[in-house]
């Protein structure tokens, strides 16, 4: 009898040793990888050149929500930001922007993923753009929204502003669901220098939709602007 419970107790603990190493494996496969299929790392650009970024996101699990933020580290500023959706076990976000900025910089690449359990991880690639144009362009700044995703019936919060050493000569506003403009402000600042857009919009969809934002300026000389950010509405 005594070698039965004897038995028992290392079956039991071999079961215990298993459950914890399934668990600790589990762990671990929750952890996306990233992959920076382009640009490569340290990779100099110019200002005149589009900076394509292909990034590849796997998981054992499903992804959720993932942002792509580009950071000037040499100014303190934010030059793009993206956000995705997926809930499939591999995400490959193919995008590009033209970079602008007022010096040399180092900019760096910020990969932040959410999973279902709210946990985040982030990730991170640099490259370099060199200052070639001359001609300052107007700053923009998306200030809201900054969240990565939305649900149907929030109010959206929208805040952008502009800045310039020179006089500005137009400037617009544009939201988009699944590529529909629902929004569009286009106010006269003829004169100015500076401007702030600030409004709100509920969110009132049928289906899960996915939300483009667009704020661009032109000056007087013609030396335009543009800044995107986009976003997923759960229904």
Not at 82 to 96: F, P, Q, V
Not at 110 to 120: A, M, Q
């Amino acid at each position: 009898m005594k070698k039965n419970y004897i038995k028992i107790e290392i079956a039991l603990g071999l079961l215990l040793f298993i459950f914890a190493c399934n668990k600790d494996k589990h762990i671990t496969s929750d952890i996306p990888t990233v992959t920076f299929v382009t640009p490569s790392i340290n990779k100099v650009f110019t200002e005149s050149d589009t900076v394509f970024l292909q990034i590849k996101i796997e998981a054992i699990n499903e992804i959720h929500d993932y942002s792509i933020q580009v950071m000037n580290l040499t100014e303190g500023t934010e030059s793009y930001m993206y956000y995705g959706h997926s809930d499939e076990k591999m995400a490959l976000a193919d995008i590009n922007f033209i970079p602008n900025v007022i010096m040399d910089a180092e900019m760096q690449i910020i990969v932040t993923t959410l999973n279902h359990n709210g946990e985040k991880f982030i990730t991170t690639q640099n490259f370099k753009v060199l200052n070639t144009i001359k001609n300052t362009k107007p700053t923009v700044e998306i200030l809201s929204p900054t969240d990565m995703s939305f649900n149907n019936g929030d109010i959206l919060n929208v805040k952008a502003s502009i800045r310039h050493i020179d006089f500005l000569e137009k400037a617009f506003l544009i939201l988009l669901q699944n590529n529909d403009t629902i929004l569009n402000l286009k106010p006269n600042v003829i004169g100015l220098k500076n401007y702030t857009f600030d409004t709100s919009y509920t969110i009132n969809i049928t289906a899960d939709a996915n939300f483009n934002l667009m704020v661009g300026v032109t000056d007087t000389n013609e030396i335009s602007n543009l800044k995107t950010t986009n976003f997923h509405v759960h229904r």
